[in-house]
């Protein structure tokens, strides 16, 4: 995976003022830690399946330089990755071989960006970065990290929020979901970089995570409004949605139990196989009538028999393996699990503060 390493700059592992020489080959897997809100401890760590090797802090030692505070999503095209670290404002470009950074999009050099949360890589000159606070879309070239425009959301403020989320495209549209005190799913043509549709859930609020299937069906998790500022503001009860996306009508719409907001979604490399965390992992293919009732891996326990709380999940498109990030207890250093896609567990291995997200190279 990484061959030896060479000392830039001298001194002790982990010292301030050192420089790691990585060159970093093959099919490898990027999990990005967030840290603790406003301790600026967000790291970015480096697995390789195929010698189990684990390299934690990767972006401090190859860059002499903290990764940021509340790192929020990691997307990978070609031979570079994406960060949005929410709350330091910046996007970063790096190199998916070396870890250098390579480029940087910062709130200042943006009309609009605040907190930015996901990076869309929609052709090779422009990508879309959502945002936690601001009613705007940030449009910037993903090779130069210049902005390039913006897309109102034309969502109101509510509590400070006005979120956009995640992003997925089938075709020439992309569909993020409004998180925040919202029940929108925004539809933007990316060829005008304009919103032109929305599709409102009718019974949930707090679209969470999203996913399009092989057969064009848009997959929705709600989290129910789950620790909202507002007292009477949803039931805390997550929904599961199936929409028809050449339609936009809304197929199924399933209640979920659950006493967690950290629910999440995943999808097989087919495209017909979904995963959910909802405390546990059920899976179920995306023509089924209803979801599991059965757990299909469930999560870990402490001593004390207290469920440790699953904070992401993703399934490696090349093996179909599953990657579950295990934030323990929002505070120790997270786990990651490594499943194979009959559900065995495969390896495990620490990394750093709250793991959120994967990505694959």
């Given at each position: 995976?990484?061959?030896?390493?060479l000392?830039?700059?001298?001194?002790c592992?982990?010292?301030?003022?050192?420089?790691?020489?990585?060159?970093n080959e093959?099919h490898?897997?990027?999990?990005?830690?967030?840290?603790?809100?406003?301790?600026?401890?967000?790291?970015?760590s480096?697995?390789?399946?195929?010698?189990?090797?684990?390299?934690?802090?990767?972006?401090?030692?190859?860059?002499?330089?903290?990764?940021?505070?509340?790192g929020?999503?990691i997307?990978?095209s070609?031979?570079?990755?994406?960060i949005?670290?929410?709350?330091?404002?910046?996007?970063w470009?790096?190199?998916?071989?070396?870890?250098?950074?390579?480029g940087?999009?910062?709130?200042?050099?943006?009309?609009?960006?605040?907190?930015?949360?996901?990076?869309?890589?929609?052709?090779?000159?422009?990508?879309?970065v959502?945002?936690?606070?601001s009613?705007?879309?940030?449009v910037?070239?993903p090779?130069?990290m210049?902005?390039?425009?913006?897309?109102?959301?034309?969502q109101?403020?509510?509590?400070?929020?006005s979120?956009?989320?995640?992003?997925?495209?089938?075709g020439?549209?992309?569909?993020?979901?409004?998180?925040?005190?919202?029940?929108?799913?925004?539809?933007?043509?990316t060829?005008q970089d304009?919103?032109v549709d929305?599709?409102?859930?009718?019974t949930?609020?707090?679209?969470k995570?999203?996913v399009v299937?092989s057969?064009?069906?848009?997959?929705?998790?709600?989290?129910g409004?789950?620790?909202?500022?507002a007292?009477?503001?949803?039931?805390n009860i997550?929904h599961l949605?199936?929409?028809?996306?050449?339609?936009?009508?809304i197929?199924?719409?399933?209640?979920?139990?659950?006493?967690?907001?950290?629910?999440e979604?995943?999808?097989d490399?087919t495209g017909?196989?979904?995963?959910?965390?909802?405390?546990?992992?059920?899976?179920?293919s995306?023509?089924?009538?209803?979801p599991?009732?059965?757990p299909?891996?469930?999560?870990?326990?402490?001593?004390?028999?207290?469920?440790?709380?699953?904070?992401?999940?993703?399934?490696?498109p090349?093996?179909?393996d599953?990657?579950?990030?295990?934030?323990v207890d929002?505070?120790?250093?997270g786990v990651?699990y490594r499943?194979?896609?009959?559900?065995?567990l495969?390896?495990?291995?620490?990394?750093?503060i709250?793991?959120?997200?994967f990505?694959f190279k």
């Amino acid at each position: 995976m990484l061959p030896a390493v060479l000392w830039l700059l001298a001194a002790c592992s982990g010292s301030e003022g050192v420089i790691e020489d990585f060159r970093n080959e093959g099919h490898g897997v990027f999990v990005l830690c967030e840290g603790n809100y406003q301790s600026g401890n967000s790291t970015l760590s480096y697995y390789d399946p195929q010698t189990r090797q684990v390299e934690n802090g990767i972006f401090q030692r190859a860059n002499d330089r903290r990764l940021g505070d509340t790192g929020q999503g990691i997307t990978v095209s070609g031979d570079a990755a994406y960060i949005a670290v929410e709350n330091s404002g910046i996007v970063w470009k790096l190199d998916t071989g070396t870890f250098r950074v390579r480029g940087q999009l910062t709130a200042s050099d943006t009309e609009h960006m605040v907190n930015p949360r996901y990076v869309h890589l929609v052709s090779e000159h422009k990508a879309y970065v959502t945002d936690l606070y601001s009613p705007y879309i940030t449009v910037f070239d993903p090779v130069t990290m210049q902005a390039t425009g913006s897309i109102s959301t034309g969502q109101p403020t509510t509590y400070g929020y006005s979120s956009t989320e995640q992003v997925v495209q089938w075709g020439t549209r992309v569909y993020t979901n409004c998180w925040c005190y919202s029940r929108q799913i925004l539809v933007i043509d990316t060829e005008q970089d304009l919103v032109v549709d929305s599709i409102t859930l009718p019974t949930s609020w707090q679209p969470k995570r999203m996913v399009v299937d092989s057969d064009a069906r848009l997959w929705v998790i709600t989290d129910g409004g789950y620790g909202s500022e507002a007292g009477s503001f949803g039931d805390n009860i997550p929904h599961l949605y199936r929409i028809d996306l050449a339609t936009q009508t809304i197929e199924s719409d399933w209640a979920m139990d659950s006493d967690e907001a950290s629910v999440e979604l995943a999808l097989d490399p087919t495209g017909k196989t979904l995963y959910i965390v909802n405390n546990d992992i059920y899976r179920m293919s995306t023509s089924d009538s209803h979801p599991p009732v059965r757990p299909f891996i469930e999560a870990p326990t402490d001593s004390n028999g207290t469920r440790h709380k699953l904070y992401g999940i993703s399934v490696d498109p090349s093996s179909g393996d599953i990657y579950v990030a295990d934030a323990v207890d929002y505070s120790q250093s997270g786990v990651v699990y490594r499943y194979s896609p009959d559900g065995e567990l495969a390896d495990q291995f620490r990394v750093g503060i709250n793991p959120n997200g994967f990505a694959f190279k």
